[in-house]
């Protein structure tokens, strides 16, 4: 992908009630459309161990138990977009954490409408990615490139 320098990877996982109601192909196309390659990608019950590990920024608050319990439930699918400033493009994809505050034409603001049922969890910056792609995929993710990446990029097309 050109410009190597704003190239970003980030984690998203589309949460159990996605899964549930069948929409994670139509979401996730969302970011293959606007350029994003995906890196890795795997279905999978989250332990609650690694539930808790994901969202150990939130241990102690209020919401925490219901935070993993609630990705705990039901089988997500994770995936590892890349692309030029992946971190905030997704995030502005996905929406206001808060369905009811998300605006229309995000994930949230067309699918959701409930708090924890927001369907999708985004990496908020790249430090956060970056633990949050070691935790999700041990293993790495793959490396490859598309001859129409030229054509969605400043660099190398006609």
């Known amino acids: 992908m050109s410009d190597a320098s ?3 990877r980030t984690l998203i996982v589309f949460k159990p009630d996605a899964v549930q109601r069948g929409i994670v192909g139509e979401l996730l196309a969302r970011f293959e459309r606007r ?9 999978l019950r989250v332990p609650r161990a690694m539930a ?10 209020f919401f925490f138990g219901d935070l993993v ?15 030029p400033h992946a971190i905030a493009v997704v995030r502005a994809i996905v929406g206001a954490t808060r369905p009811h505050e998300a605006a229309p034409g995000t994930i949230r603001g ?8 927001n369907l999708v969890h985004a990496s908020d910056a ?15 993710v ?4 598309r001859d129409v990446e030229k054509w969605m990029t400043d660099e190398g097309a006609p």
């Open 52 to 61: 808790e590990t994901h969202y150990a920024v939130h241990e102690g608050k």
């Open 35 to 43: 350029g994003f390659r995906i890196v890795a990608m795997r279905a």
């Open 110 to 117: 067309d699918y959701a409408l409930v708090g924890l049922r």
């Open 6 to 8: 704003n190239v970003q």
């Open 69 to 83: 319990k609630t990705i705990s439930a039901s089988p997500v699918v994770a995936a590892v977009l890349e692309g």
């Open 142 to 145: 793959i490396e490859y490139t």
């Open 126 to 140: 790249p430090e956060t990615a970056a633990s949050e792609i070691a935790l999700w995929f041990p293993d790495g």
